[in-house]
């Protein structure tokens, strides 16, 4: 059974750093785009970034480009979201999945707050 597990959240200063992690179980990640996204509260869930299973292409939405990192270690099934200069707006739940389709079940994802 696939499982998703987001970690590396918490608090930050408006200005700081942080980095998740995506533990990916149950399939074999080099087969797969995967993304991140995030749900801010209020709002709905929207793609953040995706890097390619072929390439290493990444792709990143416009509110955080130049800003944030993804990378992936197939060998370790882990897909990572580097963050950096955050900003109020990037509070929100990340999680992450497979992209464009997603495949799995959602994980429970992990709490980003950006506040001084």
């Known amino acids: 059974q696939s499982r998703l597990v987001e970690s590396g959240g918490g608090l930050a200063q408006p200005g700081g750093s942080l980095r998740l992690s995506c533990v990916v179980s149950g399939i074999t990640l080099r087969y797969y785009v995967i993304g991140w996204f995030r749900q801010a509260p209020g709002k709905e869930r929207e793609g953040v970034s995706c890097?390619?299973?072929?390439?290493?292409?990444?792709f990143y939405s416009d509110s955080v480009k130049g800003r944030f990192t993804i990378s992936r270690d197939d060998a370790k099934n882990t897909v990572y979201l580097q963050m950096n200069s955050l900003k109020p707006e990037d509070t929100a739940v990340y999680y992450c999945?497979?992209?464009?389709?997603?495949?799995?079940?959602w994980g429970p994802g992990t709490q980003v707050t950006v506040s001084s």
């Open positions: 890097i390619s299973n072929s390439d290493g292409s990444t």
């Open positions: 999945n497979t992209s464009p389709n997603i495949y799995l079940s």
